[in-house]
């Protein structure tokens, strides 16, 4: 029971280049989010899905997609990155939305 | 939507002391406020969490209390020591989603 993964782990893009960061939870949970981390300011929810094939915005969702054709995976994309989204993003799922968040270890994204 | 403050955004502490962080937010509708354990370079992990329906809840060295009335609720850390030392976050449920608090650092000087 591996938990709540993210791939990759580290990653440097330059301004204007796409990436895909993937997301997988073998724990069944019908709840998946994306959260960005900055400091000081916390986890911000960027995406969410409530359940396989269903995606909605969260806090931040500008500059980002999501796609979850899987129930066990979720996708974050982004299409032109900028150097404001450099951050570590985590993803999380939950069975469901008033239960417990399992988060996964993060990906350290820097764009130059 | 839901609005979470916390505070203070840094707590010092002597090992053995105690650390209380405070957390409000705006919507009386929230029923589920969980708190969140990061240190560092690590994913948040869940140390204790409290629905509306009690006003107080206990684990060992840690508990949460619930004033739903004022819209606020704290953590408690009691007989603080150094591997208590990391980022809290307390958040609240809104809609479909958790709201975060801004994160406290937390920092056990022995």
């Known amino acids: 029971n591996a938990g709540v993964t993210q791939t990759p782990k580290f990653r440097v893009l330059k301004t204007g280049q796409s990436m895909t960061l993937l997301c997988a939870q073998d724990?069944?949970?019908?709840?998946m989010y994306w959260y960005r981390q900055d400091p000081g300011m916390g986890l911000r929810l960027i995406h969410y899905s409530v359940g396989e094939g269903t995606t909605a915005k969260g806090e931040v969702p500008d500059g980002y997609n999501v796609s979850r054709l899987k129930k066990q995976n979720f996708l974050l994309g982004l299409e032109s990155a900028a150097p404001s989204q450099t951050s570590v993003y985590f993803c999380a799922s939950s069975y469901n939305w008033g239960d417990e968040q399992y988060f996964g270890p993060g990906t350290r994204l820097t764009v130059t | 939507g839901e609005n979470v403050e916390q505070h203070p955004s840094t707590l010092s502490v002597q090992e053995g002391d105690s650390a209380v962080i405070k957390c409000t937010y705006s919507d009386s509708a929230s029923n589920y406020f969980p708190w969140y354990k990061q240190e560092l370079g690590k994913r948040p992990q869940l140390i204790i969490d409290i629905r509306s329906n009690v006003g107080e809840k206990k684990d060992q060295r840690i508990a949460v209390t619930l004033n739903k009335t004022a819209k606020h609720f704290s953590l408690h850390i009691t007989e603080t020591q150094p591997e208590d030392s990391a980022v809290y976050f307390c958040?609240?449920?809104?809609?479909?989603?958790?709201?975060f608090g801004a994160g406290t650092i937390l920092r056990v000087k022995s």
């Open positions: 724990m069944n949970h019908e709840y």
């Open positions: 958040a609240a449920r809104g809609v479909h989603k958790l709201v």
